[in-house]
């Protein structure tokens, strides 16, 4: 499934790379800015739960998560530049602690970690694909567009993991007015 996308990616840009590029608007810079910004807050999130998780599973998705969220801030780090727009302050980095010095107060378990991550990357892809619809230039798009698909290649193993220790967070079940489940009350 992610061949085909990158295929169909891959003829967008050719055709979108002939074509003039009008001046970013404020919509996209902002939507750029907003994008680096938050990027770097999930780069403190994933390197807080690598300095307190001991746990192997998890210790390998936040450091999938992180390598992937550098390329993508990267991505739109250079892209800002070569557009001649000034980045945004972020914050420093996190050091690298030993996990087991983390006090049990302030620590974050992993069920809490995971959930963090898995809202923080729902919150990403929805921001993606809203930025792709405001879009006037096709690589601002197509940036997005990338950017959406990694998150969703990465949502999935975390559900998944998520799913099998019992982490993941579930509503409770709608049943509307008139539905068969109802039916007596």
Not at 53 to 58: C, H
Not at 104 to 118: H, P, Q, R, Y
Request: net charge negative; with cysteine.
């Amino acid at each position: 499934m992610t061949s085909a996308l990158e295929a169909i990616s891959a003829i967008i840009k050719n055709f979108a790379d002939e074509a003039p590029k009008p001046p970013l608007h404020v919509g996209e810079v902002m939507d750029l800015w907003t994008a680096f910004t938050a990027f770097h807050e999930a780069h403190s999130l994933y390197q807080i739960g690598l300095n307190t998780s001991t746990d192997k599973d998890m210790l390998h998705v936040l450091q999938n998560a992180l390598e992937g969220s550098k390329s993508d801030t990267k991505k739109i780090e250079e892209f800002l530049l070569k557009e001649g727009v000034p980045l945004p302050l972020v914050n420093p980095k996190k050091p690298i602690s030993n996990s087991n010095a983390v006090p049990e107060g302030v620590k974050l378990n992993d069920d809490e970690i995971a959930n963090l991550i898995s809202a923080k990357v729902a919150t990403s892809i929805t921001f993606c694909a809203q930025a792709m619809s405001k879009t006037v230039r096709t690589d601002v798009g197509l940036m997005f567009f990338s950017i959406q698909i990694n998150l969703m290649k990465f949502a999935a193993p975390l559900k998944n993991l998520m799913i099998s220790r019992g982490w993941l967070r579930i509503p409770p079940k709608y049943n509307p007015p008139g539905s068969p489940d109802r039916e007596g009350e």
